[in-house]
């Protein structure tokens, strides 16, 4: 066998044959790279490469800076061919009633708590599970809580006869005039707030829960934590916290934000999950201040949480503890059982996104 050190030995045979000694041997020219680039094998093979470097780059989704930036101009105008315009009080209308259809309430001074859950006009399978489930906790609330699926329908669009059965059998739901997408959220949202904020809602409720129909909410620990908190009536915000998000400039994700929209590398403090808390006297100074900038496509909770309260009104958002917002983590402790019961019991929201037994397995737990 014939040692390596040897055969690469410099001076020796082997050596001086290897196209390394034109580049770092000491006898080293530019004229000697320029002729060795000129070899019409040594160009070909060149080429070569470089055509498979690309082909493993389009085959692996990886995108050149100019592409993305094609991509991030053609989701831009996707997203503004939806929302229209990001004129807030052109979208809001906050002199316009809005609402198409609401049950017929009263309320009592002492209402704690309007409770409004996102919802689709299609998914009552998922409204009928809340209904058997985390809806019925209420009866163990020592406050009065009242809550709401919030649905949209567009303007002229009639509304169906299945919906407008269920609104009168449970009379929980609000129906307004909104075209249901996923880049109007935050207009969704904030309509939300100006149906909260109106003459046709409860003014005398403390707080506003906002939530979604992929939800499971334990509202008696809502409440039992909301009171423990000093100064929740006064300019409170809560949820889970998030401090450093960074700007999302790719437009194959959901989060992207095109990059005129916001310009710092960061958003500022937010709130967010399954469960956000909103003082009623908060609500008001929201919606005025949405009316001077642009709404967001489908970061509402950035938008509302970290543009408008803190940026704008300086109100800090509050981190509430004990929310499960991974839904990964809830598969690996329902499939180990991992103190499922002890979570169900103690903890205040959980995302079930995807996976709607969840939601009925955290009732049997929590009534357990």
Known sequence: ???????????????????????????????????????????????????????????????????????????????????????????????????????????????????????????????????????????????????????????????????????????????????????????????MLKWFNSSNSCLNSRFLIKTDDDSFLHVPNIVNHINSVANAWVNYIGGELHLTDGVTSDPDSEQFTPADWYSEATYPPFVTGPLVVICSEVVPLLLSASLKLPFFHNLDDVFISGILAFDQLQIVPNNIPRIESNNWQLVVRLKMAL????????????????????IEELYNQAIA
């Open 1 to 191: 066998m014939i040692a390596v050190h040897s055969v690469f030995k410099p001076g020796s045979s082997m050596f001086k044959n290897h196209f390394c000694q034109n580049l770092f041997y000491s006898n080293f020219s530019w004229k000697k790279l320029k002729r060795f680039l000129r070899n019409p094998k040594i160009r070909k093979l060149l080429v070569t490469c470089f055509l498979l470097m690309l082909i493993l780059l389009y085959i692996f989704g990886v995108k050149l800076p100019h592409e993305k930036s094609i991509k991030a101009e053609q989701v831009t105008l996707q997203i503004m061919s939806v929302m229209g315009t990001r004129l807030t009080a052109v979208r809001l209308l906050p002199d316009k009633n809005t609402t198409r259809l609401q049950p017929n309430f009263h309320c009592n001074d002492d209402l704690f708590s309007i409770i409004l859950i996102k919802s689709t006009p299609d998914k009552y399978w998922k409204r009928q599970l809340i209904r058997n489930t985390w809806f019925k906790l209420f009866s163990k609330l020592n406050e009065n809580v009242k809550a709401f699926f919030f649905v949209g329908i567009p303007a002229g669009k009639e509304i169906s006869l299945n919906l407008m059965s269920e609104s009168d059998n449970f009379g929980d739901i609000i129906i307004e005039e909104l075209d249901e997408h996923h880049y109007l959220q935050t207009l969704k949202s904030l309509r």
């Open 339 to 358: 103190s499922l019961r002890d979570l169900a019991k103690t903890n205040l929201a959980f995302y079930c996104a995807g996976e709607p037994d969840f």
